[in-house]
C-alpha cells in the first residue's frame, strides 16, 4: 500500500516571487508518524526557537512524557541516552535527561493570526508565566480551546502548528489509552517520588499491562523538518528539501489549477538534503515534494 506525504508547495507566480507553505515536520514515532505544518509566519520566534532546537538536535532520544486522552500528549522536556536498555525507568532516574534549550521565548498567541488550542495542533507548553515556554510542546487531542486559549493577561498556550496528516491516526490511538493500557500512572509505583507523582503520573508507553515500564517501552518520538525551498538561478529553477531516508522522493509540478502534477524527479532519499534544478521552468509553475 502506498502513502503519500506532501511536504511543501511552492508556487512560482509570473517569475516575480515564491511563496512556500510553513515549514513541515515530522514526527516519528513506535506507531507511526505525523506531519505537522508550522505557522512560520504567524509565530515567527516559537516556530523559530522549535526548528533551532531540533536542528541542533536537541531533541534526540526525547518521549513523551505526558498523555491525558482527550485533552493532550506531551514531550519535548525529557531524554534519555539509555533508549535501547532493558533498565527499569524508576527512581533514581539515573539516564534521565533534560533537554537542553535556547532560553525562554516571548509568548506570542496574540501575534498574528488568533489560533486556538484546537483537536491537532500543536503548541508551547508553559508555566503560569505566560512567557515561560522554552522546549516543551504538547499535542491537543481534543477541543482544548475554553480551558488553553485563556491562561493569563497575555493570552494562552502558543499554537505554532497543526497536524496535516497523521496516517495511523495516531491522535485517536492516544485518546483510547487509559490507565494501564498504553498509560502507567507511575505515581502509584513510586508514590513517595516527586517526580513520578507530578512530571509522569500519566506516563504513556508502548504496552499495554500492570507492568512497571522500562526505557525501551517509552513512546520516543524523534523530530526531523522536512523544508522545500526554491530559487532562481542561472540555468532555471533549483528545488531543494530535506529528503526523506531510503523512501522514494518525488519532486512533481503542475502548471494548471486545480493541478495535474507531473513528475520532474523520483529518487531515493538519503536523509540529508537533495536538489534537482528545472530547466524548463515556465513563470508560473507551482512544485510540490512528496515521499511514497
Request: glycine share 8%; net charge positive.
Amino acid at each position: 500500500m502506498k502513502s503519500t506525504i506532501h511536504y511543501c508547495l511552492a508556487a512560482l507566480l509570473a517569475g516575480a516571487f515564491t511563496a512556500a507553505a510553513g515549514t513541515l515536520a515530522q514526527f516519528r514515532t513506535t506507531f507511526g508518524d505525523i506531519e505537522v505544518e508550522l505557522y512560520d509566519q504567524d509565530k515567527p520566534m516559537t516556530v523559530r526557537n522549535f526548528k533551532r532546537l531540533v536542528e541542533s538536535g536537541a531533541y534526540l532520544n526525547t518521549f513523551f512524557h505526558r498523555l491525558e486522552p482527550g485533552f493532550v500528549i506531551q514531550g519535548g522536556g525529557f531524554a534519555t541516552p539509555a533508549r535501547y536498555t532493558t533498565n527499569l525507568f524508576a527512581p533514581p532516574w539515573l539516564y534521565l535527561q533534560g533537554v537542553p534549550n535556547f532560553g525562554n521565548i516571548t509568548n506570542e498567541f496574540r501575534v498574528g493570526r488568533r489560533l486556538s488550542n484546537t483537536n491537532g495542533t500543536i503548541a508551547m507548553a508553559k508555566t503560569s508565566d505566560p512567557n515561560s515556554a522554552n522546549s516543551q510542546f504538547f499535542f491537543s487531542l481534543g477541543d482544548n480551546s475554553l480551558s488553553l486559549d485563556n491562561t493569563n493577561n497575555s493570552g494562552g498556550f502558543t499554537v505554532f502548528g497543526h497536524v496535516v496528516r497523521d496516517a495511523n491516526q495516531l491522535l485517536s490511538m492516544f485518546n483510547a489509552m487509559s490507565y494501564w493500557h498504553g498509560v502507567v500512572p507511575m505515581g502509584v509505583l513510586f508514590p513517595s517520588d516527586s517526580l513520578a507523582t507530578n512530571l509522569f503520573k500519566t506516563l504513556p508507553v508502548t504496552f499495554d499491562g500492570a507492568y512497571y515500564p522500562r526505557y525501551g517501552d517509552l513512546l520516543f518520538v524523534d523530530i526531523s523538518l522536512l523544508q522545500v525551498a526554491v530559487k532562481s538561478i542561472a540555468s532555471g529553477k533549483e528545488i531543494s528539501w530535506n529528503s526523506a531516508a531510503s523512501m522514494t522522493n518525488i519532486v512533481e509540478f503542475t502548471t494548471n489549477l486545480p493541478p495535474v502534477w507531473n513528475t520532474l524527479l523520483r529518487t531515493n532519499g538519503t536523509g540529508g538534503r537533495l536538489a534537482v534544478v528545472d530547466a524548463a521552468a515556465t513563470p508560473r509553475r507551482f512544485y510540490r515534494v512528496r515521499v511514497e
